[in-house]
Structures are given as C-alpha cells and as structure tokens.
C-alpha cells in the first residue's frame, strides 16, 4: 500500500464486522478460555486468564459520514454498507457504529480501544492503486510485541482470500503506533482491481473473511 495515494481505506468492513458479531456469539461459552499466550509470550505479550470477563476485541470499521473512503473499480462506496452490532461472547467494540466520520487528526481510533482497555484491535481496510493490476493480501503491524498478531491474521487472510500473499509489514500508522494493546491493520485486497473488488463484493466472501478474522483472533488469544 502506498502513503502517498488515496488515505488508508476501508474494505467491505461494515458486513464483515455484521458477520464477526454473529460468529462469536456462536463460539463456546467463557469458562472454555485456556490460560492465556504463556507458549509464546517471547513473541506477543501474555494475557491473563480470565474465567468470566470476555477479552475485549476492538474493531476499526474505518471511514464514515463525510469521508467516503475509496472507490472501487465499479465506483461502489464500501463506507454505505450497514453497521450492525451483537453482543458477542468475546466483546467486540466497534470504533464506530453509525455512519459517522472519526477524524484521523484527533487519532481517536486507538484512543477508544486503549480507554477499553483492549486485549487486541483489528482494523480492516482495502487498497487502491492507479495500476489496476495490482493485487493482494497484506496486514501491517508497528510495535513488536504486535508482529506475531500481525503474521497470524495474514496467515488466515491469504488462505481465505486466495489472494497473492504481499506479506506482513512494519509501519507507523498512527492506528497501529497509538494502541497499547496488540494491533493490525489487515488490507484485505485492492477495491481498484475488479477482480478482486467482485469478489470483495460477495456474501460468500465476505462471511468466509469474517470467519477467518475470527480464527485469527482465538488463535492470537489462544482460544482454539
């Protein structure tokens, strides 16, 4: 992705999000958490065990209101898709659950997950690029402790998107640097390729993304 083009946008998230909501109410119920991150906690900082209070995943649905985000390559704005929230089992808190615009200036986005006290935040984008050929999968991460994250959710993109694999980056954006919890930024695809955007557009994509963040997310808490 690049700085200099369009400002980071969002993907499909707002039914991504719908689906995420409605696949962790699903899940098992608190008491089935295991102890934490202890086999990994060289490489991403350990959680405590909590037998009753559910981790707290924050959720950045990125544009809204007066920012419309990117446009596709068939001109849709990903930023009109619904907003929709559940009470999940692992409490997911979205940045924003209307059609409001969150300013990048006041750099809310992590300020409301760090005030949560979040154990992780996930915000989900897509790319453009004037080369409508370009294409792919790739999240971002900026603290180390949050590399791990970072690869894990990557891993569970490309296997669900079939999309080519672009890697796992280090990068200052201010929603990555700003978190005091583990953070990425996952670009799920290039809304500007049509390929992809068709597929970006599908329920069926859409339901197997939302499931595949949540893999990634027990699989970083350790919930599997």
Do not use: W
Not at 68 to 89: I, R, V, Y
Not at 116 to 135: C, K, M, P, R
Not at 160 to 174: A, I, L, Q
């Amino acid at each position: 992705m690049r700085k200099g083009s369009s400002i980071i946008i969002t993907l499909m998230s707002a039914l991504v999000i719908v689906l995420l909501c409605q696949l962790v109410s699903r899940e098992g119920t608190a008491s089935d958490r295991k102890a934490g991150m202890d086999v990994r906690s060289d490489k991403i900082r350990t959680l405590e065990y909590r037998s009753e209070t559910p981790y707290k995943v924050v959720i950045d649905s990125g544009h809204g209101g007066k920012d419309n985000g990117a446009t596709g390559a068939s001109g849709s704005f990903e930023k009109d898709l619904e907003l929709a929230k559940q009470e999940p089992q692992i409490e997911v808190v979205l940045t924003r659950s209307e059609d409001r615009f969150i300013s990048s200036i006041d750099r809310e986005r992590p300020e409301i997950a760090n005030r949560l006290g979040a154990d992780i935040f996930i915000s989900i984008h897509g790319n453009t690029y004037e080369d409508a050929s370009v294409s792919g999968t790739e999240t971002y991460y900026y603290h180390e402790d949050s590399q791990f994250l970072a690869e894990i959710m990557q891993k569970h993109m490309v296997q669900t998107s079939g999309f080519r694999d672009r890697g796992v980056k280090k990068e200052d954006f201010f929603v990555l640097k700003d978190s005091n919890m583990q953070a990425a930024l996952i670009e799920m695809g290039y809304l500007t390729n049509p390929q992809e955007e068709n597929e970006m557009l599908t329920e069926d994509f859409q339901y197997r993304m939302a499931s595949s963040i949540l893999d990634g997310i027990k699989e970083a808490l350790n919930l599997n």
